[in-house]
């Protein structure tokens, strides 16, 4: 056992307005450096249970503007803490008493991006297979309550099967970001 508590909860109307308060808090800072600032993850997705976290990916669209990124990001409080072994893709602890949120700068096109879009497109077009994985991560949730590391196996499977279905990653690819879920952030 390892890790934080796992808390898997009904889906929250109030999620997509605190993304909304995210981006508009991120957005006139990074915005002329950025593409887009996605929602991403389960509180993404309506109807969907999930960790009541809030997911952000800020997208770059080129690696060299990264720095300059990570450097306006820290004046809003966020401290950075590298890649965490996804290349592409910066990771961000949050400003002390702000909204639960991860934050992750990603270049575009990156698989791990890829990923997290292909997941939340899929499972809003897929009201059954959101009501699967939901279902799934509640009962994880319930008997892993203490082991984060066996909760995210535990979606490995069923994660793969969505990415594959969804036609956007490659078989590679999904494999491959199915090793990289394996590692949890926090």
Known sequence: MNGPTVVV?????AW???F???DARLWPVVGDLAASI????????????????????????TAERMPAVIERLAGLGYRHRGDLGVPGREAFHRPPRSVAHQLYVCVAGIASLRNHLAVRDTL??????????GALKK????????????YIDGKSELL???????????PA???AIRIVNKKPDE
Do not use: C, W
């Not at 909860?9 to 109307?13: N, R």
């Not at 809003?124 to 994985?133: G, H, I």
């Open 20 to 22: 909304a308060e995210l």
């Open 160 to 170: 793969g099967r969505i990415l594959s279905a969804s036609g956007l990653l490659s």
């Open 16 to 18: 997509p307005r605190l």
């Open 9 to 13: 909860v009904d889906y929250d109307s």
């Open 173 to 175: 690819e999904v494999e």
């Open 124 to 133: 809003r077009a897929s009201p059954a297979a959101a009501s699967e994985y």
């Open 38 to 61: 996605e929602h991403v993850g389960s509180t993404s997705v309506p109807g969907l249970a999930a960790k009541p976290i809030i997911d952000v990916d800020i997208v770059v669209p």
């Open 139 to 150: 009962e994880l949730a319930r008997q892993f309550p203490n082991d984060i590391d066996a």
